[in-house]
């Protein structure tokens, strides 16, 4: 995932593709040898244990929201440095730390009060070689009432979004023809949750946190395969007391993020020529990016048919028309 030298060192160089929670993160290789898209690793952030979004059905703890939004808005697209600290395989989960330049960004996470921070895990070594320091910090962040600490009247009632069914799972009523009247050409301000192929989105429509699918307009990029029902594939979750090692173990739906690490389970139907190479595209671009979304139509089957601008610095590109002239580019057809 990196040189031999940093390998060398347990140290790896990276670039954040996308935050999944308030403790974690998925880092991408810099470079790979081989074709398609680089190799990637998810990493939960050694000895913390951030507030945790809601599942289908479910609803937020307490200021998971902000949790997430401060690493998101701090790593998404950034190059870290990285090392796994420890590995918990009853729960295929690595822990690690991660470096923004000089930064550590536990220290930085828990400075602000958007995790809190487990001493031991269940075995002996599970835990951060920079323990002592979180937790001068951790109660630090507690005595000025920061992030999750905060000491204001119902700031906990606050903190947990009022989420419409879309966002946990039931999105059977979501009347898209409706919202297509009420914002038809009107820019609309979101967050990418998922990828499906280079140009299918999922995203939350802020501020009402809609969770839908939208179909890039004008273009169809190639077919990332048929998998099996999302909805078929479980994940052990431990109690919020085994967030980072240790606890009991139930069975939860999945999170939207959690579909998305779920979408690397092998395929039905292959892809097509490019699918993966054009999931990727989008994926750097998008993926838990702010964007802005101009609704054009509605399928169908309810889906959302828009024009998407992502950031590229000061200005703006529309994703179709940077799909387009990258397969000219490179020879491919999309």
């Given amino acids: 995932m990196a040189t031999s030298t940093a390998g060398a060192t347990g140290w790896y160089r990276g670039k954040v593709k996308a935050v999944p929670s308030g403790d974690s993160l998925v880092i991408m290789a810099m470079t790979s040898s081989k074709p398609g898209p680089p ?32 690493l998101r808005k701090l790593c998404i697209g950034q190059e870290v440095t990285f090392k796994v600290d420890y590995a918990v395989p009853s729960i295929g989960r690595e822990f690690g730390s991660v470096f923004l330049g000089d930064k550590n960004v536990a220290l930085l996470v828990v400075s602000e009060g958007w995790a809190k921070v487990r001493e031991q895990g269940q075995q002996k070594g599970e835990a951060s070689p920079f323990l002592a320091e979180l937790l001068r910090l951790e109660e630090q962040a507690k005595q000025q009432g920061l992030g999750k600490w905060s000491k204001a009247p119902g700031a906990s009632e606050a903190a947990i979004r009022n989420l419409p069914p879309s966002a946990i799972g039931d999105s059977g009523n979501f009347d898209a023809m409706g919202l297509l009247a009420a914002n038809k050409g009107r820019p609309m301000q979101c967050i990418v949750e998922q990828i499906r192929d280079g140009s299918t989105i999922r995203v939350y429509l802020l501020p009402d946190f809609q969770f839908v699918q939208v179909f890039v307009a004008g273009i ?59 999931k990727h595209f989008t994926e750097l671009r998008t993926l838990n990016r702010d964007v802005r979304i101009v609704l054009e139509g509605v399928d169908k089957f309810n889906n959302l048919i828009g024009s998407v ?16 002239e990258n397969c000219k580019h490179d020879g491919r057809r999309c």
């Fill in 39 to 70: 190799p990637e690793k998810t990493i939960t952030l050694s000895s913390l244990i951030a507030p945790r979004l809601a599942r289908r059905g479910g609803v937020d703890e307490p200021f998971a929201w902000d949790s997430r939004e401060y």
């Fill in 220 to 278: 169809q990029a190639p077919s990332m395969g048929r998998r099996a029902a999302i909805e078929t594939v479980s994940e052990t979750e431990t109690t919020s007391n085994g967030t980072n090692g240790d606890g009991s173990e139930t069975r939860a739906a999945l999170t939207s993020a959690q579909r998305l690490a779920a979408s690397s389970a092998p395929p039905e139907v292959a892809p097509d020529p490019f699918g993966m190479e054009a």
């Fill in 309 to 324: 601008y992502y950031p590229d610095g000061e200005s703006a590109k529309d994703l179709a028309l940077e799909l387009v």
